[in-house]
């Protein structure tokens, strides 16, 4: 089991744009398929983004698709999400998420539910001012 830790997290105006970065403190995540979900106060955790331990294979929430994009680097250890055009609602906590893929491929019906995931991070604070 990887251990994640987030960074990237911080301020930002409405209209700009933020990286966020999942890396392995413990582990590797070249075969895991990563997720990004977030959790506003109050609300439940909802999905974001997922990428296949490849990158070929990603699949992103309705509401952030063309604003965000997941990436990943393998040879750093590291996923990335970044974010562009953000709104007042994308105020939220961001987690990333883990889990060992039986292939490279991102399947909705799997990987948009957090129950897939063994491993998380402890999240980063996402602010977006008006």
């Known amino acids: 089991q990887v251990q994640l830790v987030e960074s990237g997290g911080g301020l930002v105006e409405v209209g700009g744009s933020l990286t966020l970065s999942c890396g392995a403190s413990?582990?590797?995540?070249?075969?895991?398929?990563v997720a990004w979900f977030r959790r506003a106060p109050g609300k439940e955790r909802e999905f974001v983004a997922a990428i296949s331990p490849s990158g070929g294979s990603t699949y992103y929430r309705g509401s952030v698709k063309g604003r965000f994009t997941i990436s990943r680097e393998n040879s750093n250890n590291t996923v990335f999400l970044r974010m562009d055009s953000l709104k007042p609602e994308d105020t939220v906590n961001f987690y990333c998420?883990?889990?060992?893929?039986?292939?490279?491929?991102?399947?909705?019906?799997?990987?948009?539910?957090?129950?897939?995931?063994?491993?998380w991070g402890q999240g980063t604070q996402v602010t977006v001012s008006s």
């Open positions: 413990r582990g590797t995540l070249s075969r895991q398929i």
């Open positions: 998420a883990a889990q060992l893929a039986s292939r490279d491929y991102v399947d909705p019906r799997i990987h948009a539910d957090a129950r897939t995931f063994r491993s």
